[in-house]
């Protein structure tokens, strides 16, 4: 099946600094892709939609100057965190759309673990 | 609006028992449903999903799941639990045609010996 990885699997950083969280599609070309975001013991959240060469559309309350997305391209979409604060923890997840060959399904990446001191 | 409700929070059964976990959704198209496991620290795994066709879908693992369109449910099921099912089990509606997932907030499988 199709793989999604996410780098890096774990971070850990200082208040204030910012973050980036790498999403690519390892096999297929993605024109969209999905950020998630984990609180513990929570499902999973729509954070922003990611869309290649176009700007992301956020879900609301979802702060854009925040949490910067840019899909630079059909295999890579990235999730910056800028000045990150304890609140930012979480696990962030993403989520390709493969629409090639037919196909339309998601497959999600394994996850990123941010922890914010 | 698109909600997916997950009834039970936390499930105990015995290891060899059978096991039902609820999902009832609410969707405004032809629902894609699928069922997704996660272990602690870890990402999604995709247990089976339904697009259309036969309403009793087999998974890995041993996991099926039925689709009543009638009750808007996608009950999951496996026959005889192992311990190593023990983990959270979400169900989502949606993720067809680029569209976003719908989760429900998790059940919380314990499985004791």
């Known amino acids: 099946g199709a793989v999604v990885s996410q780098h890096p699997s774990r971070v850990i950083c200082k208040s204030g600094t910012s973050v980036k969280i790498e999403c690519r599609s390892l096999d297929f070309q993605a024109t969209t892709m999905f950020w998630y975001r984990q609180f513990p013991k929570k499902s999973l959240m729509l954070m922003a939609t990611s869309n290649e060469g176009s700007k992301a559309t956020y879900e609301q309350g979802v702060e854009k100057d925040k949490f910067l997305i840019n899909h630079a391209s059909l295999t890579l979409s990235t999730l910056t965190v800028t000045s990150a604060h304890p609140e930012d923890s979480s696990f962030y997840i993403c989520?390709?759309?493969?629409?090639?060959?037919?196909?339309?399904?998601?497959?999600f990446g394994p996850g990123t673990r941010l922890t914010v001191l | 609006a698109q909600s997916v409700t997950q009834p039970d929070i936390h499930i105990t059964v015995s290891e060899g028992a059978s096991l039902e976990l609820r999902c009832n959704y609410s969707?405004?198209?032809?629902?894609?449903l699928f069922w997704y496991v996660q272990s602690p620290g870890q990402g999604l795994q995709l247990l089976l999903k339904?697009?259309?066709?036969?309403?009793l879908v087999q998974g890995i693992k041993g996991f099926e799941a039925e689709f009543k369109r009638s009750q808007s449910s996608f009950n999951l099921r496996k026959p005889s639990v192992h311990w190593s099912d023990a983990a959270e089990y979400f169900c989502a509606v949606g993720g067809g045609a680029g569209n976003q997932f719908y989760f429900g907030t998790g059940t919380s499988l314990t499985v004791i010996p």
């Open positions: 339904y697009f259309s066709g036969d309403t």
């Open positions: 989520s390709a759309r493969d629409s090639g060959g037919g196909r339309d399904t998601q497959y």
């Open positions: 969707y405004g198209a032809t629902p894609y």
